[in-house]
Nanobody, 121 residues
Framework: VQLQASGGGLMQAGGSLRLSCEASGRTFRWYDMAWFRQAPGKEREFVSGVTRDGTTNYANSVKGRFSISRDYALKRAYLQMNSLEPGDTAVYYC????????????????WGQGTQVTVSS
């Protein structure tokens, strides 16, 4: 399975971006998907996840601002990011195929290459 993340960019605080993660392979619908992010000098952290049956989870820092979804036909997962804040600046990674807790890096088998999101104040 290969994951291709896209949609990052430079945005002013208060703006919106939508990240996309396209997956290859036939078994996409059986994978839990997630987004993590890593800011400079910090550890990679969980942002949001969606299970294969559509159950969603969010980090407290993004609840009410970010929304995760998936399109089974297109084999894509999306992260809609609204009301962006400078603290959201990070490289965002998509991940797939979970076998542990939804917010743990170690739980996911496949990772995309990351897309940079920069939010200016």
């Amino acid at each position: 399975v290969q994951l291709q993340a896209s949609g990052g960019g430079l945005m002013q605080a208060g703006g919106s971006l939508r990240l996309s993660c396209e997956a290859s392979g036939r078994t996409f619908r059986w994978y839990d998907m997630a987004w993590f992010r890593q800011a400079p000098g910090k550890e990679r952290e969980f942002v949001s996840g969606v299970t294969r049956d559509g159950t969603t989870n969010y980090a407290n820092s993004v609840k009410g601002r970010f929304s995760i979804s998936r399109d089974y036909a297109l084999k894509r997962a999306y992260l809609q990011m609204n009301s962006l804040e400078p603290g959201d600046t990070a490289v965002y990674y998509c991940a797939a195929d979970r076998s542990g807790t939804y917010d743990s890096i170690q739980s996911y088998r496949y990772w995309g290459q990351g897309t940079q999101v920069t939010v200016s104040s």
